[in-house]
């Protein structure tokens, strides 16, 4: 399956934006899907996930903040990103596996299938 990520940009602080993920060439039909991030000079961070069928995960850092859903039907994931900070900057990557396990899904080896990055910039 390719994945293809879209909805970044830039927003000031307390702004929100919508990250979409879109398959093509299949479906999400048995996989479980995450948003990862990386800023500059850092590893690649969790950030939020659903592992197949629907059991959800978020980093402690946007709980509350960000929330991530799928459209089966669509063939499209989520992130709605609200509240945003600053330290939210970074470039952001969907993810998709099927064989992640739930203790695994926040680490990014454990998925076979990446999308590009699309960019936020939070400014204070």
């Known amino acids: 399956v390719q994945l293809q990520a879209s909805g970044g940009g830039v927003v000031q602080a307390g702004g929100s934006l919508r990250l979409s993920c879109t398959a093509s060439?299949?479906?999400?039909?048995?996989?479980?899907l995450a948003w990862f991030r990386q800023a500059p000079g850092k590893e690649r961070e969790f950030v939020a996930a659903i592992r197949y069928p629907g059991s959800l995960r978020y980093a402690d850092s946007v709980k509350g903040r960000f929330t991530i859903s799928k459209d089966s039907t669509k063939a499209t994931v989520t992130l709605q990103m609200n509240s945003l900070e600053p330290d939210d900057t970074a470039a952001y990557y969907c993810?998709?596996?099927?064989?992640?396990?739930?203790?695994?899904?926040?680490?990014?080896?454990?998925?076979?299938?990446w999308g590009q990055g699309t960019q936020v910039t939070v400014s204070s």
């Open positions: 993810a998709a596996s099927r064989r992640v396990i739930y203790s695994q899904l926040g680490v990014p080896s454990s998925y076979d299938y």
């Open positions: 060439g299949g479906t999400f039909n048995g996989y479980s």
